[in-house]
């Protein structure tokens, strides 16, 4: 398809325009003719900057998945804290436009924001992490995030219970577990993290204490 001379929107705006078509309409609502509508512009003008839909969607993803800032933390022995608050970030930027969370799962972002990833090894050498840990680490982390914040956003808005279809007599176990629990959401996805982080270096160095062992026999 052939563009026009001169670009009638930039590449910026027609994202900010795909994420607030998303946001309103849902995801189903979004195509080229719709967003060219909503910018005032024929669909020619959206291929001076994008080569396709798919390409408009990357951007989308990429938006809202860098749109957390890095946590201001040192690299030290606390080092899983900065993991912490760098997938709560994430998870607000993917639960402040739900109908875009499945973008993700297609537009990954260690696919889109690589450099992160490179930012957050440095990190994790810096705090004297194995370097054979560093892959299982991040992802490890991306799953969790993006797969506990795909399935809160895809939750209808407003439902607040973990377990929101028990039935107190048929599943009485449940209910008593669900009583018990007193973190929120976000709590729980914290503590999800925390246990994930701190399971690897236990694992690891129980590994380096056998080893160390067998060597000494």
């Known amino acids: 398809m052939p563009r026009p001379s001169k670009p009638l929107i930039s590449r910026a705006a027609t994202v900010a325009a795909s994420i607030e078509i998303i946001d309103s309409e849902g995801l ?34 990429r938006s809202i998945a860098g749109a957390g800032p890095m946590p201001r933390r040192r690299p030290g022995p ?33 696919d889109l924001l690589i450099g992160t990833y490179e930012e957050t090894a440095q990190f994790l050498r810096a705090s004297g992490v194995p370097l054979h840990l560093h892959v299982r680490i991040l992802d490890g982390m991306e799953r969790i995030t993006i ?13 607040r219970a973990i377990f929101p279809n028990i039935d107190r007599e048929m599943q ?12 929120t959401s976000k709590q729980l996805f914290e503590e999800m993290i925390r246990c994930f982080l701190y399971g690897v270096m236990r694992e690891a160095r129980e590994t380096a204490s056998v080893e160390t062992s067998e060597v000494s026999a």
């Not at 003719?33 to 512009?41: M, N």
């Not at 970030?89 to 436009?97: A, D, F, G, P, T």
């Not at 009485?172 to 009583?179: G, M, N, R």
């Open 28 to 61: 189903d609502a979004f195509s080229m003719p719709r967003l060219a509508k909503h910018l005032g512009v024929q669909a020619p003008s959206l291929y001076h900057h994008f080569a396709d839909k798919s390409e408009i969607l990357a951007a989308v993803a």
């Open 147 to 159: 797969g506990a914040a795909l399935t809160e956003a895809m939750r209808p808005t407003g439902t």
């Open 172 to 183: 009485p176990t449940l209910a008593e577990a669900i009583d018990a629990n007193e973190l």
């Open 78 to 110: 606390d080092w899983p804290e900065f993991f912490v608050t760098l997938g709560l970030n994430l998870r607000k930027s993917i639960l402040r436009h739900r109908n875009a969370a499945p973008i993700l799962i297609q537009y990954l972002p260690r």
